[in-house]
């Protein structure tokens, strides 16, 4: 298999199911200690404008660990705050020798005009508004794989926010571009036709029962406007959680997922979060060795790691 190494990760529109499997067989490898060289100092900065643990810390955590010097950015103290655009802030931040920005941004496709821009700085996408969020994406696959070791003729489950999910429409179209079959399930409000072309709208008891990943997604209190008023957690939680009497229809082999943060007792039974199925911990642990080998091919587009250092992935 060959791949094209891209100077940018921004989406998983583009992205090959060649490219996901060596991304996947990259962060197995680095799971099981391969290291790897940059042939100059790198220098990374993480613009996040929108909060964040999980995504933030281990895009930190894997540039410190293929060896780039990570600058600190607060978007609360920084100049966006006196007006500069985002543009000006990266263009600004290249000229003073940033080589790597991981960007998380409220706007949907923030990233279209500064890739116009032909910038030698290169984005990684860490979630744009209710857009794309290709490295939870990414991370997502890699749990599917070790828990299968196949994409094709999985079945996948995303109950819950949809309408808000980031999450949830890259991991549609990355898990039908691979062969496994998509359900979803949770309020009709929040299900239109753009997910109807991935998979069929269904009731939590029947994905529950039928699939081998039930993915929950968090219901998005911050996003949900003049809905939060209406909204009742308990209702939330029996008619559209994972609840005990749920887990207990759920297949022998099959998984739950969430992309967390998780907001215990509505989208699932806070017990089931450290039950025998959830892989949930999981995914924020391959979410590190997933970004590492993110960042790496990066790093070989720009010839800053040889491709040479890993080849034989695929
Ligand atoms: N899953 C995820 O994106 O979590 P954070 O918002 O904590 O980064």
Redesign the pocket.
Same mark, same amino acid.
């Given at each position: 298999m060959t791949i094209e190494y891209k100077h940018d990760l921004v989406t998983v529109a583009d992205m090959s199911e060649a490219e996901v499997l060596h991304k996947i067989k990259l962060a197995q490898l680095f799971k099981a200690g391969k290291q790897v060289q940059l042939n100059r100092p790198v220098y990374a900065m993480n613009l996040f404008f929108?909060?964040?643990? @999980?995504?933030?810390t281990s895009f930190d955590m894997a540039e410190r660990r293929l060896g780039m010097q990570v600058i600190d950015f607060n978007a609360s103290k920084s100049s966006v705050t006196k007006g500069e655009t985002l543009e000006d802030t990266v263009k600004t931040i290249q000229a003073i020798g940033v080589d790597l920005a991981v960007i @998380?941004h409220p706007e949907n496709e923030y990233y279209n005009e500064l890739l116009n821009m032909n910038l030698d700085i290169s984005i990684a996408n860490?979630?744009d508004g209710s857009g794309q969020?290709p490295s939870?994406s990414l991370l997502d696959m890699l749990t599917i794989y070790e828990e299968f070791g196949t994409f094709k003729g999985i079945k996948v489950a995303i109950i819950g926010d949809l309408n808000h999910s980031r999450?949830a429409r890259s991991d549609m179209e990355l898990l039908t571009r691979l062969g496994a079959t998509v359900s979803f399930a949770g309020p009709d409000q929040w299900y239109d036709e753009k997910f109807a072309a991935y998979g069929p709208h269904l009731t939590v008891d029947e994905v529950a029962k039928n699939s081998d990943v039930v993915m929950l997604l968090r219901v998005q209190k911050e996003r949900l406007g003049d809905e939060l008023t209406k909204f009742d957690e308990a209702a939330y939680h029996k008619q559209f959680g994972l609840s005990k009497e749920r887990y207990a229809t759920m297949k022998d082999n099959a998984i739950i997922m969430h992309?967390?943060?998780v907001n215990r007792g509505v989208e699932i039974d806070s017990d089931l979060v450290e039950s025998d199925k959830s892989r949930i911990f999981t995914q924020m642990k391959n979410g590190m060795y997933m970004r590492m080998a993110i960042l790496t091919d990066i790093m070989v587009a720009k010839g800053i790691i040889n491709e040479a250092d890993i080849l034989g992935v695929d």
């Open positions: 929108e909060n964040s643990t @999980r995504t933030h @998380r860490a979630g969020h939870q999450v992309p967390a943060p």
